[in-house]
């Protein structure tokens, strides 16, 4: 039996990329801090053999006896909220947390995989984005912790796998929703569903008019694991084409929990894109992937997860 470390394994997407491995017949090890991760994403795993879990902070030495096949590096803060309130803990586990995680996988002879993110092209210049696209980032804003963060990730591990050889794959993720999400993680869809289900106001930033691509849980996993056993070195985009307004998704969300919420609009937050679209040609051809959950399928999960939450 193969074995998987995946760091940041007890987070909302960790969670469901520990049962996709252990699914597909891996030994799953699970390393998280729980700085945003939450043990109980990971509860229903408990007294399984094929599971474990240790609780560290991969920013400093990360010892794993035994064989090691796979290390997926899911480690981060991943909402503005996060990473706005622990800018220094996302810098230190975007660079000395990926170097550790690489440093194993080379101790190990490990298949690494990065979870890189779409954040990584900025407020972006061209439209959808392509894996050819450098990005427009701001490296001193707010949001340039997570932003640069994250590129340093993708350097490092691209010199890893020219110095040393290693066997190397970056996933660029591009926004995802579904259950174990945090009620309070700041990003849209937990926001939109929290406040209609309780009846606040429904904020939204600017005037609603910027755009997302909403990838669900189950979809992007998919992604993950068929880019994980790939031959692909270069990074590729997972996530979901089919764009929409923040305002038009606030309003299905009402529509979907019928809530009497009204819709509020409050000023944008700084360096926030307008626009955000993958192109998955790549993944299409490289992967066979594509995405098959409808969006409004995969809100409906969402919205009756947060109400046995609440």
Known sequence: MKTAVVTGGAGFLGSHLCDKLISEGLQVICI?????????????LA????????????????????????ILHFASPASPVD????PIQTLKVGS????????????????????????VYGDPEIHPQHEEYWGNVNPIGPRGVYDEAKRFAEAITMAYHRY??????????????????????????PNFVMQALTGKPITVYGDGSQTRSFCYITDLVDGLFKLLMSDE?????????????????????????NSKSQIVF???PVDDP???QPDISKAKSKLEWEPKVNRKEGLQKTINYFKELL
Not at 83 to 86: E, F, P, R, S, T
Not at 177 to 185: E, K, L, V
């Open 266 to 268: 409050e000023g944008l």
């Open 274 to 276: 307008k626009v955000r």
């Open 233 to 257: 070195n270069e990074p590729v985009n997972i996530g979901n084409p089919e764009e929409i307004p923040l305002l038009e998704i606030a309003k299905e969300i009402v529509e979907l929990t």
């Open 96 to 119: 000395l947390g990926t170097h550790k995680a690489l440093g194993l996988a080379k101790e190990k002879k490990a298949r690494f995989l990065l979870a890189s993110t779409s954040e």
């Open 47 to 70: 007294g399984n053999d094929k599971f474990s879990f240790i609780k560290h902070d991969i920013t400093n030495y990360i010892f794993i006896p035994g064989k090691v096949d796979y």
């Open 164 to 189: 040393h050889n290693l066997e190397t794959r970056i996933s660029r993720i591009f926004n995802t929703f579904g259950p174990r999400m945090r009620a309070q993680d700041g990003r849209a869809i």
């Open 32 to 44: 998280d801090n729980l700085i945003t991760g939450n043990v109980e994403n990971i509860s229903h």
């Open 83 to 86: 990473y706005l309130q622990l």
